[in-house]
């Protein structure tokens, strides 16, 4: 899976955040928080 703030490749050891009924990985809790903070900003598709 890919972290949508850093855009880093995250393995199974990624934190996991459900969003929309969707699931998230991010490399690390700055780029969680960052998305939990403005969603849309990092989901431009
Ligand atoms: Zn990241």
């Known amino acids: 899976m ?6 880093m ?5 990624g934190t996991l955040i459900t969003h929309k ?3 998230y990985r991010f490399c690390c809790a700055t780029c969680s928080w960052a ?3 403005n969603p849309e900003q990092f989901l431009k598709e």
């Not at 890919?2 to 855009?7: A, F, I, Q, W």
């Not at 490749?9 to 050891?13: D, L």
Request: with cysteine; glycine share 18%.
């Open 9 to 13: 490749e995250v393995g199974e050891k």
């Open 35 to 37: 998305f939990e903070q």
């Open 21 to 23: 009924g969707k699931q």
């Open 2 to 7: 890919k972290d949508p703030v850093c855009g």
